[in-house]
T-cell receptor, first 115, second 113 residues
Framework: QQQVKQSPQSLIVQKGGISIINCAYE??????FPWYQQFPGKGPALLIAIRPDVSEKKEGRFTISFNKSAKQFSLHIMDSQPGDSATYFC??????????????FGRGTQLTVWP | NAGVTQTPKFRVLKTGQSMTLLCAQD?????MYWYRQDPGMGLRLIHYSVGEGTTAKGEVPDGYNVSRLKKQNFLLGLESAAPSQTSVYFCASVVAAWGETQYFGPGTRLLVL
């Protein structure tokens, strides 16, 4: 049972465009939602994260939008660049203090930004 | 700091052979994890450890065993490799349950023929 559902599976965006990746979850106990970025041949690395007490978090060109009532969150990449081409994973975790930091990952989105 | 390192980077096994993957971290992290990554499946948790001498099963533990004899090392063993275990294996660590960032190693590509 997939705890976190991610879409689309792949995304092609023109340079300068906006990339949007969506994730949905069912478990309302999730209280921390990170996004990981993975380049080919590398391990995933934390990109940006949000907690459910805020609806949006922005770091540079990367923004997470969070809709608690809909149990959805999304990653927006503004002014997408070829260097952003990577696989992006959303994830969620429950009450990090008691569940051993376990992350539940979406299946990933392969983003290609054309120059 | 080297962060999280994994050995080997790539390995080819024949069905039935055994091997051990080594994960090492130099950040004094308590929690360590083994994931496998398959196309279209994301990252799935195999086993994890909340401290030296302790291990627990994750989402897909069958066919794997783990040990954490030293805090900095987390070993993943395949006793009798099967083609279904062909995958990329990632190790990760985090300072503790309240740690916000899991740090991932570079991965081990395993091909089982």
């Amino acid at each position: 049972q997939q705890q976190v559902k991610q879409s689309p599976q792949s995304l092609i965006v023109q340079k300068g465009g906006i990339s949007i990746i969506n994730c949905a979850y069912e478990n309302t106990a999730f209280d921390y939602f990170p996004w990981y970025q993975q380049f080919p041949g590398k391990g995933p690395a934390l990109l940006i994260a949000i907690r459910p007490d805020v609806s949006e978090k922005k770091e540079g060109r990367f923004t997470i939008s969070f809709n608690k009532s809909a149990k959805q969150f999304s990653l927006h990449i503004m002014d997408s660049q070829p260097g952003d081409s990577a696989t992006y994973f959303c994830a969620a975790t429950i009450d990090r203090g008691s569940t051993l930091g376990r992350l539940y990952f979406g299946r990933g989105t392969q983003l290609t930004v054309w120059p | 700091n080297a962060g999280v390192t994994q050995t080997p980077k790539f390995r080819v096994l024949k069905t039935g052979q055994s091997m051990t993957l080594l994960c090492a971290q130099d950040m004094n992290h308590e929690y360590m994890y083994w994931y496998r990554q398959d196309p279209g499946m994301g990252l799935r948790l195999i086993h994890y450890s909340v401290g030296e001498g302790t291990t627990a099963k994750g989402e897909v533990p069958d066919g794997y065993n783990v040990s954490r004899l030293k805090k900095q090392n987390f070993l993943l063993g395949l006793e009798s490799a099967a083609p279904s275990q062909t995958s990329v294996y990632f190790c990760a660590s985090v300072v503790a349950a309240w740690g916000e960032t899991q740090y991932f190693g570079p991965g081990t590509r395993l091909l089982v023929l």
